[in-house]
């Protein structure tokens, strides 16, 4: 008699959907994340896995076909064309984000005019990004960890540099503080590109580096600074300010050149410092208890941003990306 059985089902249709056992359920029908990867940063491909981020559910994919299905669609800023001609042009779909995605300065990148009201979020170096992605950053050692041994030094200052630009501020700094002490130059500026092995022997063998970007601006701190940490090399930031910096790593770890009103200050400091082992040392505290990770362009950023999406459904929207980034 199905009239007296009524009340029962739709108790039970009532029910069901306050039940933990059918909330799980349905969840695991749920679909994974979906991020598309629309375009390959640099062109350079990276796994489509995130088996070591702790993250679950997560879909990565380049299969554009994926489009309407996709949560979220990753774009790399240097890859996109002035007249926008490779984004998607079908509709989008209502719970769909589009991730601006950039690694590089404002003053190296182009500023697109038509991308403000495009994206709903942000993944760059940037602290204040929607899903920020520094160069690097410390972790805290394990006993799994070998303790920090200082490699075997033979030169004072090091600076292996590509891009020579005599408008860079570094290379004025440069220019100036070799007056006042010897240093060490390598890499493509100076007609010898390094290999790998040959980039990380250098960054071991010196006691200091100049990790001096070419663009000074917020947060924009790179491997220039985390590749000597990880090898045991004092890195000498020039860059954005030392709060920045110390936003990133300890005060301890490193010297500032603005710690110094001259160029001939720190290369006193640096001499002085070649001489006394014991407070050369110093520099190495953060060791005890952390070790240096780098990021790896494109899969870190993507990663991430699908556990971002998986925790923030509601709306989102960048409405001026060129005031934020480059204004
Ligand atoms: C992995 O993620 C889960 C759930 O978010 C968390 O409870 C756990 O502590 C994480 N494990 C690690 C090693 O980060
Ligand atoms: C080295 O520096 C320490 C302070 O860190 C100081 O006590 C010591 O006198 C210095 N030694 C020399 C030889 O300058
Ligand atoms: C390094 O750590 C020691 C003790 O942990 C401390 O006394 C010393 O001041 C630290 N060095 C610097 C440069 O802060
Ligand atoms: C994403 O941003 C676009 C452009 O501002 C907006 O039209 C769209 O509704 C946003 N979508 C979500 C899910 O936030």
Redesign the pocket.
């Known amino acids: 008699n199905w009239t007296s059985l009524r009340p029962i089902l739709i108790s039970i249709v009532v029910v069901l959907p306050y039940c933990p056992a059918f909330l799980s359920a349905a969840m695991d029908a749920e679909r994974d994340t979906i991020l598309l990867i629309w375009m390959w940063p640099f062109g350079f491909r990276f796994d489509l896995n995130c088996n070591d981020f702790n993250i679950s559910r997560c879909h990565l994919t380049n299969d554009k076909n994926l489009y309407h299905k996709a949560h979220g669609i990753l774009f790399h800023h240097r890859d996109i064309n002035g007249q926008l001609s490779n984004m998607p042009k079908l509709p989008r779909p209502s719970f769909q984000k589009w991730v601006w995605f950039n690694m590089e300065s404002p003053a190296n990148s182009n500023l697109i005019p038509g991308l403000n009201q495009v994206f709903n979020l942000t993944c760059s170096y940037r602290l204040d990004s929607d899903i920020p992605v520094p160069y690097g950053y410390l972790e805290p050692v394990t006993s799994e960890d070998e303790s920090f041994k200082l490699p075997a030094k033979d030169k004072l200052v090091c600076w292996i540099v590509s891009n020579w630009n005599p408008k860079y501020k570094r290379v004025e700094y440069y220019n100036e503080l070799k007056k006042h002490v010897e240093i060490h130059i390598y890499g493509k500026a100076f007609g010898k590109k390094l290999s790998d092995q040959e980039y990380s022997d250098i960054l071991l063998s010196c006691k200091f580096y100049l990790s001096f970007e070419n663009s000074i601006s917020r947060d924009y701190i790179t491997e220039k600074l985390y590749n000597p940490m990880g090898k045991g090399s004092v890195p000498i930031a020039l860059g954005p300010t030392r709060q920045m910096y110390e936003d990133h790593i300890p005060a301890d770890s490193f010297i500032h050149v603005n710690d110094f009103s001259t160029p001939k200050e720190l290369a006193q400091r640096l001499l ?1 410092l070649d ?5 050369y040392m ?1 520099f190495f505290n953060w060791t005890s208890m952390f070790k240096v990770k780098g990021t790896h362009l494109g899969r870190d950023h993507a990663c991430k941003t699908c556990k971002y999406l998986q925790n923030h459904r509601g709306y989102q929207a960048v409405n001026d990306l060129n005031g934020w980034y480059w204004g």
């Open positions: 002085y001489q006394n082992h014991s407070e110093r």
